[in-house]
Protein backbone atom coordinates (compact mmCIF):
# COMPACT_ATOMS: atom_id res chain seq x y z
CA UNK A 1 0.00 0.00 0.00
CA UNK A 2 2.75 2.33 0.66
CA UNK A 3 4.54 1.72 -2.11
CA UNK A 4 1.48 2.79 -4.26
CA UNK A 5 1.11 5.65 -2.77
CA UNK A 6 5.17 6.56 -3.61
CA UNK A 7 4.02 5.55 -7.08
CA UNK A 8 1.16 7.82 -7.51
CA UNK A 9 2.85 10.72 -5.72
CA UNK A 10 5.81 10.15 -8.43
CA UNK A 11 3.17 10.24 -11.44
CA UNK A 12 1.51 13.66 -9.97
CA UNK A 13 5.11 14.98 -9.60
CA UNK A 14 5.74 14.04 -13.35
CA UNK A 15 2.57 15.04 -14.60
CA UNK A 16 3.15 18.93 -13.23
CA UNK A 17 6.36 18.95 -14.82
CA UNK A 18 5.39 17.59 -18.08
CA UNK A 19 2.52 20.05 -18.16
CA UNK A 20 4.64 23.16 -17.44
CA UNK A 21 6.56 24.61 -20.65
CA UNK A 22 9.73 25.26 -20.83
CA UNK A 23 9.30 28.61 -20.34
CA UNK A 24 7.56 28.26 -17.23
CA UNK A 25 10.71 25.72 -16.29
CA UNK A 26 13.05 28.21 -17.07
CA UNK A 27 11.58 31.03 -14.90
CA UNK A 28 10.70 28.69 -11.82
CA UNK A 29 14.85 27.49 -12.41
CA UNK A 30 15.57 31.05 -12.82
CA UNK A 31 13.75 32.11 -9.29
CA UNK A 32 15.32 29.05 -7.73
CA UNK A 33 18.87 30.44 -8.46
CA UNK A 34 17.90 33.99 -7.13
CA UNK A 35 16.24 32.50 -4.30
CA UNK A 36 19.48 30.04 -3.87
CA UNK A 37 21.97 34.27 -4.11
CA UNK A 38 19.80 35.77 -1.42
CA UNK A 39 20.38 32.68 1.19
CA UNK A 40 23.85 33.06 -0.05
CA UNK A 41 24.16 36.73 0.58
CA UNK A 42 22.39 36.33 3.92
CA UNK A 43 24.66 33.62 5.27
CA UNK A 44 27.98 35.23 4.17
CA UNK A 45 27.24 39.34 4.54
CA UNK A 46 28.66 39.53 0.70
CA UNK A 47 26.72 42.22 -1.09
CA UNK A 48 27.72 42.46 -4.14
CA UNK A 49 26.06 41.05 -7.87
CA UNK A 50 25.26 38.01 -8.91
CA UNK A 51 27.26 37.04 -11.61
CA UNK A 52 26.73 33.69 -13.81
CA UNK A 53 29.72 32.00 -14.40
CA UNK A 54 30.31 32.55 -18.59
CA UNK A 55 29.72 36.32 -17.98
CA UNK A 56 31.93 37.86 -20.97
CA UNK A 57 32.76 41.43 -19.02
CA UNK A 58 35.05 39.07 -16.07
CA UNK A 59 36.16 36.06 -18.30
CA UNK A 60 39.70 35.55 -17.18
CA UNK A 61 38.58 35.70 -13.51
CA UNK A 62 35.63 33.49 -13.87
CA UNK A 63 37.79 31.03 -15.88
CA UNK A 64 40.29 30.38 -13.82
CA UNK A 65 37.83 29.72 -11.13
CA UNK A 66 36.20 27.27 -12.72
CA UNK A 67 39.62 25.47 -13.51
CA UNK A 68 40.33 25.58 -10.06
CA UNK A 69 36.89 24.41 -9.30
CA UNK A 70 37.18 21.21 -12.07
CA UNK A 71 40.00 19.78 -10.68
CA UNK A 72 38.54 19.31 -7.69
CA UNK A 73 34.92 18.05 -9.25
CA UNK A 74 34.41 14.26 -9.73
CA UNK A 75 32.43 12.39 -11.14
CA UNK A 76 30.93 9.43 -9.37
CA UNK A 77 28.93 6.45 -10.02
CA UNK A 78 25.40 6.05 -8.43
CA UNK A 79 24.95 2.45 -6.47
CA UNK A 80 21.63 0.82 -6.82
CA UNK A 81 20.98 -0.34 -3.47
CA UNK A 82 18.64 -3.21 -4.79
CA UNK A 83 21.44 -5.28 -6.99
CA UNK A 84 24.60 -3.66 -5.44
CA UNK A 85 25.76 -2.41 -9.80
CA UNK A 86 27.14 1.12 -9.80
CA UNK A 87 26.48 2.93 -12.45
CA UNK A 88 27.00 6.49 -14.58
CA UNK A 89 24.06 8.75 -15.01
CA UNK A 90 23.31 11.84 -16.68
CA UNK A 91 22.13 14.57 -14.23
CA UNK A 92 21.81 18.10 -13.90
CA UNK A 93 22.36 20.77 -10.81
CA UNK A 94 23.11 24.27 -10.11
CA UNK A 95 24.78 25.86 -6.99
CA UNK A 96 25.31 29.31 -6.18
CA UNK A 97 28.19 30.50 -3.81
CA UNK A 98 29.83 33.43 -2.85
CA UNK A 99 33.96 34.71 -2.95
CA UNK A 100 34.74 37.16 -0.35
CA UNK A 101 37.39 39.57 -1.60
CA UNK A 102 40.10 37.56 -0.28
CA UNK A 103 39.34 34.19 -2.55
CA UNK A 104 37.28 32.15 0.56
CA UNK A 105 34.16 30.69 0.20
CA UNK A 106 31.57 31.13 3.16
CA UNK A 107 28.35 29.91 1.84
CA UNK A 108 27.19 27.85 -0.92
CA UNK A 109 23.82 26.49 -1.55
CA UNK A 110 22.09 23.94 -4.22
CA UNK A 111 19.72 25.97 -6.56
CA UNK A 112 18.39 23.02 -7.75
CA UNK A 113 19.83 19.93 -6.63
CA UNK A 114 20.25 16.52 -9.10
CA UNK A 115 18.23 13.08 -8.43
CA UNK A 116 20.89 12.06 -7.10
CA UNK A 117 22.50 13.28 -3.65
CA UNK A 118 25.91 12.24 -4.47
CA UNK A 119 26.10 14.45 -7.67
CA UNK A 120 24.90 17.12 -5.07
CA UNK A 121 27.82 16.34 -2.42
CA UNK A 122 30.51 16.09 -5.32
CA UNK A 123 30.04 19.73 -6.54
CA UNK A 124 29.21 21.48 -3.19
CA UNK A 125 32.60 19.34 -2.48
CA UNK A 126 34.32 20.59 -5.47
CA UNK A 127 34.13 24.03 -4.72
CA UNK A 128 34.92 23.58 -1.32
CA UNK A 129 37.72 22.10 -1.85
CA UNK A 130 39.03 24.71 -4.85
CA UNK A 131 39.20 27.54 -1.97
CA UNK A 132 40.63 29.69 -1.81
CA UNK A 133 40.08 31.26 -5.05
CA UNK A 134 42.68 34.50 -6.14
CA UNK A 135 41.45 37.59 -4.49
CA UNK A 136 38.49 39.05 -6.19
CA UNK A 137 39.34 42.11 -8.11
CA UNK A 138 38.23 45.20 -7.55
CA UNK A 139 36.72 45.71 -11.02
CA UNK A 140 34.64 42.76 -10.38
CA UNK A 141 33.69 43.70 -6.39
CA UNK A 142 33.91 47.40 -6.72
CA UNK A 143 33.08 48.34 -3.45
CA UNK A 144 31.56 45.09 -2.50
CA UNK A 145 32.48 42.75 0.02
CA UNK A 146 32.66 39.86 -2.59
CA UNK A 147 31.06 38.50 -5.48
CA UNK A 148 28.28 35.79 -6.18
CA UNK A 149 28.23 33.07 -8.74
CA UNK A 150 25.78 31.17 -10.19
CA UNK A 151 26.89 27.61 -11.75
CA UNK A 152 25.59 24.65 -13.03
CA UNK A 153 26.83 21.24 -13.30
CA UNK A 154 26.18 18.62 -15.72
CA UNK A 155 26.82 15.21 -15.40
CA UNK A 156 26.35 13.37 -18.88
CA UNK A 157 26.92 9.67 -19.21
CA UNK A 158 28.36 8.92 -22.63
CA UNK A 159 27.75 4.82 -24.22
CA UNK A 160 30.37 2.72 -23.78
CA UNK A 161 31.59 3.26 -27.07
CA UNK A 162 32.58 6.34 -26.75
CA UNK A 163 33.91 6.57 -23.62
CA UNK A 164 34.88 3.31 -21.82
CA UNK A 165 32.56 3.00 -18.64
CA UNK A 166 31.82 6.94 -17.55
CA UNK A 167 30.50 9.65 -18.54
CA UNK A 168 32.04 13.40 -18.43
CA UNK A 169 30.94 16.63 -16.32
CA UNK A 170 30.27 20.05 -17.34
CA UNK A 171 30.63 23.42 -15.58
CA UNK A 172 28.02 26.00 -17.27
CA UNK A 173 25.37 28.65 -17.04
CA UNK A 174 22.58 27.87 -14.97
Known amino acids: MMRLGCASTLVILCLIAACSTPAQRQERFSQQVLDAAKQVK ?5 DGETIPIDDARYRD ?19 DTASGHCEYK ?4 AVVFGITKDGRVPAFEVAEGSAYAIYDEYATNAIRLAQPFLPVPDAIAKDHTGIVIALAFRYVFLPQAAVSER ?3 IIERP
Not at 61 to 79: A, D, E, N, S, T
Not at 90 to 93: K, T, Y
Open 167 to 169: GRG
Open 61 to 79: YLGLVMQKIKVKWGYPCVK
Open 42 to 46: KRSGI
Open 90 to 93: SARL
